[in-house]
């Protein structure tokens, strides 16, 4: 019974862990499992330990409440990264297939003007083994 521990020390009290400290009564009672924290009458939140004598409720509700904060504060980061970089995947995507586009062409035009001169030239080079009769 946790009760037997009420006037003596925090430790004493919670090396049983169903037993609750409350510090400003220096009372052990049993820990409500019923509710998740401790009703005001029952032991003021800041005066309440549980597990640990150095810890009260009210820093633990805090401090959890930070962690928490944080962490879905990193996910909703994490979450909007992942969204930027598979947009601008896309966008890389769709760019190299425009480039490529631009690219085939610019070969098309230099091909079909190398043949233009290949024609050129011939034309040329047969013009003059007919003018010097070598046909």
């Not at 959890?64 to 969204?83: K, Y």
């Not at 024609?119 to 003059?128: L, T, V």
């Amino acid at each position: 019974d946790c009760r037997q521990y009420t006037n003596r020390s925090c430790e004493e009290c919670l090396k049983n862990v169903t037993c609750l400290w409350c510090a400003s009564s220096r009372r052990c009672m049993e820990y409500p499992v019923r509710r998740i924290l401790p009703p005001a009458e029952l032991c003021e939140l800041r005066s309440a330990r549980w597990g640990v004598c150095w810890v009260n409720f009210e820093a633990l509700i805090i401090a959890m409440s930070v962690v928490g904060g944080s962490l879905l504060i990193a996910l909703g980061v994490c979450c909007c990264c992942c969204c930027c970089k598979k947009k601008s995947k896309k966008q890389v995507s769709v760019g190299p297939d425009k480039d490529d586009e631009r690219a085939a062409r610019e070969r098309e035009k230099r091909r079909v003007r190398q043949e233009e001169r290949r024609a050129e030239m011939k034309s040329r080079h047969d013009e003059i083994r007919r003018k010097y009769g070598t046909v």
